[in-house]
């Protein structure tokens, strides 16, 4: 199975800030991944699909980078809302797996 | 609009069964891949299975395979998973979502399992 590894996997951050959450794949993935935001108590969101396409309705403060074995999540003026849970996934083959999360918190 | 809801979760016995489903509506069904996603409490997203659109292939984890049943009926625009043999580690949140190889694009609000005697 591909391993999927976040860093880090809890980040204090103030409003404004700019953040960078990486992912890594334990081999392979070309760009067959994407982002997810989940807020407690909800669903999952996708934000980011194919590495780097911002899903319809998505701010265009968040963005995708990277591709093979590793990626890079990117909000680039934290808002109030944007404080959650990310996280990624391959969907290269299967089992299809995600990372651990990086929890996301205000400072 | 998309929706997905899902419905079927409860409390259920270790070593019984449970058969969750899944309700699609406004898009096609028969045109998507689907997958149920699990969240045990606490803890992160686990991929547990998926279905291809026309439903001929179906995909486990090797947590489920075995015991776990991905099925879809397109006509009635609902997926079922059946659950046989569960264990506490099957205690999660599963969630029904649309996509596959692009990702989940699309997601229902999950309905909750728990296995305790």
């Known amino acids: 199975d591909i391993q999927m590894t976040q860093s880090p996997s809890s980040l204090s951050a103030s409003v404004g800030d700019r953040v960078t959450i990486t992912c890594r794949a334990s081999q392979s993935i070309a760009n067959y991944l994407s982002w997810c935001q989940q807020k407690p108590g909800r669903a999952p969101k996708l934000l980011i699909s194919a590495a780097s396409s911002l899903q319809g309705g998505v701010p265009s403060r968040f963005s995708g980078s990277g591709s093979g074995t590793d990626f890079t999540l990117t909000i680039s003026s934290l808002q109030p809302e944007d404080f959650a849970t990310y996280y990624c996934q391959q969907s290269y083959t299967t089992p299809y797996t995600f990372g651990q999360g990086t929890k996301l918190e205000i400072k | ?117």
Not at chain 2, 102 to 116: E, N
């Open chain 2, 1 to 117: 609009e998309v929706q997905l809801v899902e419905s079927g979760g409860g409390l259920v016995q270790p070593g019984g069964s449970l058969r969750l489903s899944c309700a699609a509506s406004g898009f096609s069904l028969s045109s998507y891949a689907m997958s149920w996603v699990r969240q045990a409490p606490g803890k992160g997203l686990e991929w547990v299975s998926g279905i291809s659109s026309s439903g001929g292939t179906t995909y486990y984890a090797d947590t489920v395979k075995g015991r776990f049943t991905f099925s879809r009926d397109n006509s009635k625009t609902t997926l079922y998973l059946q659950m046989n043999s569960v264990t506490a580690e099957d205690t999660a949140v599963y969630y029904c979502a649309r996509g596959g190889a692009w990702g989940f694009d699309y997601w229902g609000q999950g309905t909750p399992v728990t296995v305790s005697s």
